[in-house]
């Protein structure tokens, strides 16, 4: 069974900044969306963002627009750039694929295991 493994979390001061990286085991997912979603102490998950599987469009959550950028490198590999980051993105972070657009944000069929980001000072 295909496998989303993630890379890059850590702990980084306020304002700080952070890449994340998600590499599918296999060619399973290359025509499928990829995207993160977040689950912070104590809280349920929430989307994160999203990107189609060519790269042509991508969707983010209100929270981290205009200071996440998500990019897909290559048909099996997505990454997320975290940019001005706040005490409130502290959380595990998962990777997330399904063919479908619209579940991307709700009910990705594919998850990873989880990278944890720690923003604090």
Known sequence: QVQLVESGG??????????LSCVASDDTLNKNCMGWFRQP???EREFVASIAWDGGSAAYASSVENRFQISRDN???VSL???NLRPDDTAVYYCTADYY????????GYWGQ???VTVSS
């Open 75 to 77: 048909a099996n590999t």
């Open 114 to 116: 989880g990278t944890q």
């Open 101 to 108: 657009e619209d579940y991307m944000t709700s009910r990705p």
């Open 41 to 43: 102490p104590g809280k």
């Open 10 to 19: 850590g702990l980084v001061q306020p304002g700080g900044s952070l890449r």
């Open 81 to 83: 750039q975290m940019n």
